[in-house]
C-alpha cells in the first residue's frame, strides 16, 4: 500500500484533477441523501478484499460527493458558510500530501513559523501586545475549551499564591445568545457553573447587566467566578456584546475576559465596523475562526493570549518521550489548546494570506458587509418580509410574515430541492424566523432578492 505504483500514479492524477476542477468550476448546492438512499447507491464501500481505486473515486464523485451540501455556494446561507479563496484550497491539498506535523517546534517549525505570522495578523487587528500568541485548532468549540480551561487553571495559580481556599464551585458568566459550545464546555467537559447574565434588547451582554448581576450574586457564589465570555459576533444574530463594559468590570473582579469572536471577529478587518469590537484589546483570550469569514478551508480556529506563558501552564502535557519536544524557548502549538497530535490545520489560512496580502482580506470583508447592506434594505423593501434585529455584522434575520414553523420548514426545502439555496429556519424571540449569514464575497445582492421574493408566492 505504500509503494508509489502506477495505479497509484494514475489515481492521484485523476484526484488532482478534480481537485482543481472543484476549485474552477461553480458547483451546485447538491442535497443530503437518506441513508437508504446511500445504501442503494454506494452499497457496502468497505471490503476485505477493496474495492480498487477506479471504483472508490468513481463512488465518491458520482455518489457521495453529490450528497454533501456545497457551503461555498454563493446561497449557502445557513449557519455560518465557509467559502475559502483558491490558494488557501489549493494549498490545503498540498499540507494533506506532505504530512506536515504541526505540534512541536522540534517536528514542525516551519508550519510553525508561517501559522504564527497569520496569528500576529489576527492579533494586531485586536490590537492585542506583542507578546502575544496562541495556536490554530480545529473548531470555535476546542478553541472556548481551551481558552477556559487556561483560565481556570490561572485561578487556581492564583489563589494558590494567596494562600487561599479555592471555592465549592467554579463559575463563568454568558449570555443567552453566548455560543452553545462555550455553555457545553463548561458546563458538561468542565463541571463548572454557568451564571447567564440578561442580555439587552438585542441579546448583547452589558457591562452594566454584568455589574448589576454581580452584586446580587451570594459571596460564595461570586468567590468561584473565574472568567466571563463576551461574544464578538453572535451566530444567530450577528450582534456584537458591549466589550468595553464587559472587559471593565472584568477588571474589577480580577476574572479572565475570554472573547469569542469565531465568526464575528473577522470584522475587526473592516475599517466600517471596527469600532463595535472596541475592548477586545483587554481580551486575555480570543478566537476567530479563518473557516468562517476569513476565507479559509475547514477546520481552522486561531485562538490567541494575552500571556501565552498562562496557557503554557494549563496545556503542556508530560511524559518521557516528550522530553525532545518540550524545550525552553520553542513554540509548541500543542502546549496552549486541548490537543497534542495536531494537523497544520493553520498553514492553507497563512498561503493565502501571504499570496493576496492583508489589504485584499479587508477589502472582501467590507464587500460583504456592503452585500450585507443592500440584503437589509431589500427585506424593508418588500412587504412581505420584515427584518427583526438591527444588524451589526453580516447576519440578517427576518421573518415572513404571517408564517408559522411549517411554512419556513416547506419553504426551505422547495428552494434546496429547486437548487436556489439553502436557508434553514432558526428562533428569535422564542419565535421561528429564518436569516442570511453573509461571508461569501461572490454573494450577491441579486442572491438575496430572489430568495426573499421566492417567499412572496407562498401565501401564509
Known sequence: MHSYTPIDDRTTHELARLCIERLATRTPLDRPRTPAELDDLAGATVRPEGIGADEAVRLWQDVLAPACLSVDHPRYLSFIPSAPTKAAAGFDMLVGATSVYGGSWLEGSGAVYAENQALRWIADLAGLPPQAGGVFVQGGTIG?????????????????????????????CVTAETHSSVKHALQIVMDVDVIEVPGDSRGRMTGVALREVVETLPADVRAGVFAVVATAGTTNLGVVDDIVGVAAVAREQGWWLHVDGAYGGAGLAASSVRHLFDGVEHADSFIVDPHKWLFAPFDSCALIYRDPVQARAAHTQTAGYLDPVTVDGEWNPSDFAVQLTRRARGLPFWFSLAVHGTDAYCAAVEHTLAVAREGRAIIDDRAHTRLLVEPDLSVLVFERIGWDAD?????????????LGFVTPTRHAGHVCTRFAVVNPLTTPEDLAQLVDSMHDVQP
Request: aromatic share 8%; glycine share 2%.
Open 144 to 172: 472556548n475549551l481551551s481558552a477556559l480551561v487556561a483560565a481556570r487553571e490561572s485561578a487556581r495559580h492564583r489563589v494558590a499564591q494567596q494562600h487561599g481556599c479555592p471555592p465549592q464551585r467554579w463559575a463563568a
Open 407 to 419: 411554512q419556513y420548514a416547506r419553504w426551505s426545502s422547495r428552494i434546496l430541492d429547486e437548487q
